[in-house]
């Protein structure tokens, strides 16, 4: 950015002189989720965030303040507010009205450097040079701010020749300011020094000095500020003036892979759908190779008749630029989960990633080469599910059978498996086999599995074990290892009662285990 | 459950209770009761390293009609460490060592355990769980059963670890050091395959060794609902939370203390190890009724006994306190009590207990500590003669059988007031010293499980944020009065939890089940227990947290349910401040000062009825203050009653109210009976003190002393209905016996009933009213002395330092601020003469600091030649060690010239004590500096001296600050915030002249309003009270710079405005006056925040 000296009033056209807009739009939570919901336009609305039961007020409009709501209030207080809306938020709905807000702001200038902070949305065009455009600062500013409106946003904005002084100024103020150039200073000298965002340390040195407002800052000797404060000092000074300069990062244009076809007749075979997605997918893979990126996943978004939605997700082990492979974990998908209708629309998003490189050693020993390792499990996980391959850990519980999978890595020798090991096999039967049990004294006797009774000539238990008993994810199960007898032999198997799952009153029974 | 004759058979043997401190979720009364519940006989409490539960399971067994036996787990480190799941399941157990379970099946036994935990945990260097050894076990084995313990035990770990053969190995080493009929294989059955492995090896070791097994259940707990406090427990003991704790957590509810018939079904394949639980329980034939204390034995010199050494030194101190002139009428009288309570003292055997005490007193005499007795022990002459107590009994007609008196299980019990802070930790010191490490320790404290602590630990435990317990911790109420609102579910509500929500409810069921389960053992603040070179073997001693102190295992009430003697050496803050003026007095004032010899002055009587109390000892409080006019003290003796009757004793009682209308004439003095009238007198016929329900049963019924300190303890405790109806009948009979009618019987009966649960002993009263009024006498002769004291004494009473230095100011003493050049660490006095620092003059001048009310006291001739200087050490952030180096280099090298000159002559201040210092105006006495913010100006720059390098190329600063002066609103702000007091006018004189045009009305002008009683009063809240007996009423202080006003808040009006009067800390009054004799209050209606003053400190003092 050229930072020439600029001179001269805001109003005179010149391309040579720097000039910024800041758009700022506070309690951007509660701006985004109202902005399509005009009939709460004017009730008292206040948007919650984090976990229930914890969630607290992260952001309200002007009539749920006047209600007496206020920000961090918990749920419980802000339910005991009369007419008080509650909403959730929505990330989702802030990304989307943030994108409209950009791309309302783009409209005025291509050059934009997001500047948000907290819970507001703000921005700062580069509107050098767009007098002949739109007009002098103010009637621009007074569009934006219109078209703004028609979008649905309240916004504040001001206009300056320093980009910090513009950022400051619609932080603090309502409505338009346009300030005339070398009025910086005056324009900033009243805004309260919290809008500096200081740390604590400093913040509360200013607050035992006095300094209450920008102008106070400014007022302070240059030297003895930075020999009691340091060399920021001289940064906070200059911002305080107005005359702190800036170097603009607008914001680049968004490197989206995305591939999309609408068929012309709805298309039933998946053969015609995999030709196109061929090719769709070559053109992800030049696309991503040109910036040296590879491809980490791919969604498959089709739509199908009768307006429902397909979506799937495919991601390799590792970020590839295999064709190949590629289209073969998509057919392998597909295969997998056929969509129920022809197909209307198609789109192909992926996401980049580095490529993976694996240094060879020469003297390593000679294992699968790690890509195909990895396709391997790929195609396992594209078969039985992202959470359903790797290497199963148990967990620090007593819950029975819990155990994650963790991905597989290679042990670094065969030490780790000489560690102590349970004695006994299992063989689990998945899912667990309800069953319906004859007691006697409490006692397993008898049990059925609707083909055959088994008569109990052992059984060995209660074991029992339950915990959890804090959240709804409790458990609290009776276990009993029984010798069960048949026509066709006898048999070691596990029968676990589970309390926690009763129906009607009555526990349920099933047959989890044979002993091998 | 089930009855029959099979579930007597068995006996749990292995219960631990909360007193294991996070290893197991009931107290051992909840135990005891349960163990009725199932009809089992007896049952054992063990707890983990420690015999801390064991009085209260005892005291509770009795009652429920069980025998109650004594053991502990004890740790043992020989054995390897305790059984914790295989290496391949993942867990988070850390290395402990096992724990034997050791049962007391004799006195030598119970003497053994407590001497070898003793032995073990001293053995560490400070507070610590420690483990015994072999060679321990084998010293302290005799009279004890040893079981091998459950998962807990070293044969668990071992069979799981090394085999069969090293678990035959520890066991045949235990049978060895037990005996092996004294050694039981102990099998518990939870219902885990383990365990059933592990019985089956014990099994086959007890045939191969030829041992006995034994069945328990090691229970954590008395019902299987209380497991889900043991896992709660158990993750704040591993600083976890509950869904982190993983295996840690029980693994099932198996641990209750179970039935007998089902254990009997449990076992039913193994009957003996059921019907050993009844053998080894009929062995444990020791109960704590046979604990084998024994009084403590004082040195006495060749030729005398105890008793013969008490009375030649009781002898000379007859003669010393009633041989003078003044008290010689006494002597004859004096001698014929003393005579009487040596004869009982020798009966009962106490005459090294009181020798103890007197050699404890000698040594304060000795080394300058001011002692002196409190509590019932004042009604003693013998107390009195060997200086422990400083009450004239015989005086003062005071009743010895409310200290002492034939019965059995009554038991002297001294107190002592020390001044708090190092002399009392000097002699505590020297009891230890006196009486050897396993002779004398502090009794303990039991830190239990309140609503606070349990919200924020089990908020911690179900994985709440910190946020959020901070929030809920800051509203759990703390008030003594807890209305229908105070819940702790309304707690929740305000916190902004919703106690709908399953997870918040659970957490609100638990906090609930938590209260008062013990935390951690804590040390008493003042009681000792002293028996000479033996206390080891009647109680468990360990280290305390605090270097140097040793504590045994029993709380007081414990100490008291098992009659161990105890003198409690308490730390009072008033005695400390006494201490101070003595040293201060002869100083500054010129004068000697000797505080048993105090004339009995009319101006402090003058004072105390003006209700002009602030800082005195037990006058100060607001009810006190409202009180004291009516009752209008002329004499001592007015002033113990004034003592004992703001009590919630007198007030729940309903006996203050009589008196103050007796006392002021509204109401004629009659007695129950007439032969009362003697015993009622002083106290106008209203019974106030416990020593005259004694002799109005002495003088009706005829009863001996202590027949009346029986009747006493039976109304007051409301323990044993039966014990109070014989006690009535005999009453009854007595008074008949007498000639009293049935109508006075009826009224006597009536009034003794009323009050002896309430009553206040006459003599502790006289011991708090002698420091009362020395307290008095010194404010209102030694203002500067005494304000010194007081504020060198913080925290105490019942005010802020802020507080008492404004009253200071409005009785005329001058109070100069924190200044380097001059303020020592403590506060000191200084002439009056000389280079005044006013307070207010400061840039903008503002009120007079002294207010209205100075011009109206007399100023004494001492405070105009003397000023209070505040000390540094009311500098928040400031290190003793920096003001030790100021003080230094300025003894050493004169006065600072500059902010420059302090900084490179004290290079140990930091740049935040620096900023500290002239942000608190400390700094403004040197030179270039012009105000307050010019100091800190400077001291950025001072704070970060360039180095030596870049010192000539160093910029140079302007001359002035560029910072303007702080105004007075600033300067407040920064008293307060950087020092909790200003020295300059209070924040309300600031606003008088615009409250004045709003009618708002000053503390002043309430004593004298007339006409409309609707008034609008402001000022800073300094004190919050909403005592117990005041039915939900709450009281609050508001100062300003003229006094302070009395407000008075219905339960309704408090619940209107709870926010305001709990958060605001200047506020807005308006109500209604009311002047009562001289005692005013506004009672509110509408409270408003008073936006105005920025300043004040962080909070004022909440009683509850």
């Known amino acids: ?225 930075i020999t009691r404060l340091g060399l920021q000092a001289a940064e906070w000074r200059s911002l305080a003036l107005g005359a702190l300069p800036h170097t603009f990062q607008p914001i680049e244009a968004e490197f989206a892979l995305k591939e999309f076809c609408a068929f012309d007749t709805p298309v039933e075979q998946s053969d015609s759908l995999l030709f196109v997605a061929a090719r769709m997918i070559d053109c992800l893979v030049a696309r991503a190779s040109t910036r040296a990126f590879a491809l980490a996943s791919l969604v498959l978004h089709m739509e199908l008749e009768g307006g429902r939605v397909y979506r799937r997700v495919i991601r390799p082990a590792t970020p590839t630029i295999d064709r190949k492979f590629l289209l073969k974990l998509l057919h392998l998908e597909i295969a997998a989960h056929p969509p129920q209708a022809a197909i209307l629309l198609v789109a192909l998003t992926a996401e980049a990633g580095q490529s993976s490189k694996v240094q060879l050693g020469l003297f390593a020993p000679q294992m699968p080469e790690p890509s195909r390792l990895d396709v391997t499990i790929a195609r396992l996980k594209a078969i039985a599910g992202e959470d359903r391959v790797g290497s199963p850990v148990l967990e620090d519980t007593h819950r029975p059978g819990s155990f994650h999978l963790e991905s597989f890595v290679v042990a670094d020798s065969a030490s780790a498996l000489q560690a102590e090991r349970p004695h006994l096999a299992l063989r689990r039967v998945r899912p667990a086999l309800p069953v319906r049990v004859e007691l006697r004294d409490l006692k397993p006797v008898a049990f059925h599995d609707n083909q055959r009774r088994f008569k109990v000539a052992a059984a060995y238990g209660p074991w029992k074990t339950s915990g959890c008993w804090w959240s709804a994810d409790g458990w609290n199960t009776e276990e009993w290892d029984v010798l069960a007898e048949t026509t066709a032999g006898s048999v070691a198997c596990l029968l676990v009662r589970n309390h926690q799952l009763s129906k009607n009153g009555r526990s349920v029974w099933q047959l989890e285990a044979y002993y091998d | 459950m089930t009855d029959g004759v099979g579930d007597a058979e068995y006996i749990e043997l292995h219960t631990a209770s909360a007193f294991s401190f996070l290893a197991a979720a009931s107290q051992p009364e909840a135990l005891a009761e349960r163990a009725q519940q199932l009809n089992m006989p007896a049952l054992a409490l063990a707890d983990r390293n420690g015999l801390y539960g064991i009085a209260r399971f005892h005291t509770m067994a009795k009652k429920c009609g069980i025998r109650a036996h004594i053991g502990a787990e004890i740790a043992v480190n020989s054995f390897g460490s305790q059984l914790t799941p295989p290496s391949w399941l993942p867990h988070q157990f850390p290395a402990a060592p096992p724990r034997l379970l050791l049962l007391c099946a004799s006195q030598a036994g119970y003497q053994n355990l407590c001497q070898l935990i003793t032995r073990f945990k001293m053995r560490e260097a400070s507070k610590a769980e420690g483990a015994a050894t072999l060679d321990d076990l084998e010293e302290f084995s005799a009279g004890l059963i040893c079981l091998t313990g459950g998962d807990e035990g070293p044969l668990a770990a071992t069979l799981a670890r090394e085999g069969s053969a090293a678990a035959r190995k520890h066991a045949n080493r235990l049978a060895s050091i037990y005996g092996r009929g004294n050694l039981y294989l102990e099998l518990q059955r939870h219902h885990q395959r383990e365990e059933e492995c592990r019985n089956q090896s014990l099994l086959s070791l007890a045939g191969s060794l030829n041992l006995p097994v034994i069945a328990t259940n090691g229970v954590r707990y008395a019902t299987e609902t209380d497991r889900e406090i043991l896992d709660v427990l158990t993750s704040i003991h591993h600083h976890t939370s509950l869904d982190r704790a993983g295996r840690l957590l029980s693994y099932n509810d198996a641990r209750e203390l179970r039935p007998a018939a089902h254990m009997a079904a449990l076992f039913a394949y193994l009957p003996e190890a059921i019907a050993n639980t009844r053998i080894v329980s009929d062995r444990l034939e020791f109960t704590l009724d046979n604990l084998g204390y024994e009084f403590p034995h004082a040195p006495v010199p060749d030729g005398d006994t105890m008793d013969s050494f008490l009375e030649k030194r009781v002898a000379e101190g007859v003669l010393k306190r009633y041989g003078s002139p003044a008290k010689r009428h006494l002597l004859a009288k004096a001698r014929a009590q003393v005579a009487h309570e040596l004869k009982l003292i020798a009966k009962l055997g106490f005459a090294g207990y009181f020798l103890i005490v007197w050699e404890v007193v000698r040594y304060c005499q000795q080394h300058g500590i001011l002692a002196q007795g409190r509590g019932s022990a004042a009604n003693s002459a013998v107390c009195y003669a060997l200086e422990i107590t400083a009450v004239d009994p015989v005086g003062m007609e005071l009743l010895f059988e409310r200290f002492l008196n034939e019965n059995r299980g009554e038991w002297p019990d001294i107190d002592l007031d020390l001044p708090s802070g190092d002399q009392r930790e000097q002699v505590i010191q020297h009891v230890y010293e006196r009486y050897g490490q396993l002779g004398a320790a502090m009794t303990a404290n039991v830190i239990s499980y309140r609503g606070r602590s349990a919200a924020r630990e089990v908020g911690k435990a179900l994985g709440f944020d910190d946020d959020q317990l901070a929030r809920l911790s800051g509203l759990v109420g703390h008030w003594e009065w807890r209305g229908e609102n105070d819940t702790m579910a309304r707690n929740f509500q305000q916190a902004g939890f919703d106690a709908r929500h399953p997870r918040i409810a659970k957490y609100l069921d638990l906090c609930m089940r938590m209260q008062n389960l013990p935390r951690h053992l804590g040390q008493h603040s003042g009681g000792m227990v002293i028996c000479a070179g033996m206390l080891n073997r009647v109680v468990p001693l360990e280290r305390a947290s605090m270097p140097g102190r040793t504590v045994i295992q029993w709380d007081k009430e414990d100490c008291a349910d098992l009659g161990l003697i105890k003198v409690d050496l308490l730390g009072l803050g008033m005695m400390a401040v006494l201490k101070d003026c003595i040293e201060i007095i002869p100083t500054h004032y010129k004068q000697e000062i000797d505080l048993a010899t105090l004339p009995e002055d009319p101006v402090v009587y003058q004072t105390l009825c003006k209700a002009d109390t602030v800082g005195m000892f037990q006058v100060e409080s607001r009810a006190q203050m409202a009180s004291i006019p009516h009752n209008a003290p002329t004499r001592f003796y007015d002033l113990v009653v004034q003592v004992a009757i703001i009590r919630p004793g007198p007030i729940v009682g309903k006996m203050m109210h009589p008196y103050m209308r007796r006392r002021q004439g509204k109401e004629e003095v009659t007695y129950a009976h007439p032969s009362l009238e003697p015993v009622l007198k002083r106290t106008l016929g209203v019974p106030l003190f416990q020593e005259q329900l004694l002799r109005m049963a002495m003088t009706v019924a005829s009863f001996t002393g202590a027949e009346a300190e029986e009747l006493r303890r039976a109304v007051g405790m409301r323990r044993s209905m039966q014990r109070m109806k014989d006690l009535e009948g005999r009453l009854r009979d007595g008074m008949t016996r007498n000639g009293i009618g049935p109508e006075a019987q009826d009224n006597i009966v009536q009034g003794i009933s009323s009050f002896a649960m309430y009553g206040f002993p006459e003599s502790h009263a006289a011991s708090f009213a002698l420091i009362a009024y020395a307290s008095a006498y010194l404010k209102v002769h030694y203002l500067a002395a005494f304000t010194c004291g007081l504020l060198n004494n913080q925290p105490m009473g019942f005010y802020s330092p802020a507080v008492l230095i404004k009253d200071a100011q409005r009785h005329g003493l001058r109070v100069r601020p924190i200044c380097v050049q001059h303020s020592h660490w403590l506060c000191t006095l200084e002439p009056a003469s000389g280079n005044l620092n006013l307070p207010g003059t400061l840039g903008a001048p503002g009120p007079s600091p002294l207010g209205t009310r100075a011009s109206t006291n007399s100023q004494q001739p001492a405070e105009a030649t003397l000023s209070l200087r505040i000390g540094l050490n009311y500098i928040k952030g400031l290190r003793q060690s920096s003001a030790a180096a100021i003080l230094e280099s300025r003894n050493h090298a004169g006065v600072f010239a500059s902010i420059d000159d302090l900084a490179q002559r004290v290079p140990t201040l930091n740049r935040k004590e620096l900023v500290a210092l002239a942000s608190a105006g ?183």
């Open chain 2, 922 to 1104: 400390a700094l403004k006495a040197l030179g270039e500096v012009a105000h307050r913010r010019d100091a800190l100006w400077q001291v950025e720059q001072a704070g970060r001296p360039v180095g030596p390098l870049l010192r000539s190329a160093a910029p140079t600063s302007s001359a002035a600050t560029p910072l303007r002066a702080m105004t007075t609103d600033e300067r407040l702000a920064a008293d307060y915030a950087g020092t909790g007091i200003t020295t300059g006018p209070h924040p309300m004189a600031y606003q008088r002249e615009s409250l004045r045009q709003q009618g708002i009305l000053s503390a002043q002008d309430l004593e004298t309003r007339t006409g409309t009683p609707h008034v609008r009063i402001a000022g800073r809240v300094i004190c919050r009270q909403r005592p117990g007996t005041a039915k939900g009423f709450v009281f609050l202080s508001l100062e300003d710079e003229t006094g302070i006003a009395n407000i008075i808040l219905t339960p309704d009006a408090f619940e209107q405005n709870r926010l305001v009067v709990t958060r605001t800390r200047f506020l807005i009054v308006a109500g209604k006056l009311q002047n009562q004799d001289g005692v005013v209050h506004v009672k509110a209606h509408t409270l408003t925040p008073l936006s105005a003053p920025t300043a004040g400190p962080d909070q004022a003092r909440n009683f509850h």
């Open chain 1, 1 to 225: 950015m050229d930072r020439r000296l600029c001179m001269g009033t805001i109003g005179e056209p010149s391309m040579k002189q720097e000039l910024y807009a800041c758009i700022t739009a506070a309690e951007f939570p509660a701006q985004a989720l109202l902005r399509l919901r005009t009939d709460l336009e004017s009730e008292p609305v206040a948007v919650l965030e984090g976990r229930a039961p914890l969630e607290t007020v992260c952001s309200l409009n002007r009539p749920a303040r006047l209600k007496g709501a206020a920000l961090h209030m918990t749920r419980l207080e802000a339910e005991g507010i009369q007419d008080l809306r509650l909403l959730p938020r929505s990330e989702e709905t802030e990304t989307a009205a943030r994108a409209a807000l950009l791309e309302c702001a783009a409209h005025f200038s291509p050059r934009i450097e997001d500047v948000s902070r907290g819970t507001a949305c703000a921005c700062v065009l580069d509107i050098a040079g767009t007098e002949r455009l739109f007009g002098p600062p103010q009637t621009l500013a007074e569009r934006l701010r219109a078209s703004l409106a028609s979008a649905g946003f309240r916004t504040s904005i001001a206009v300056s020749a320093n980009f910090h002084t513009a950022r400051l100024k619609a932080a603090a103020t309502r409505g338009i300011t346009v300030i005339p150039r070398q009025q910086e200073s005056a324009a900033l000298s009243k805004l309260p020094l919290s809008g500096l965002g200081l740390d604590a340390e400093p913040a509360e040195t200013f607050a035992i000095w006095g300094i209450q407002t920008l102008g106070e800052l400014a007022e302070l000797p240059e030297i003895d500020l």
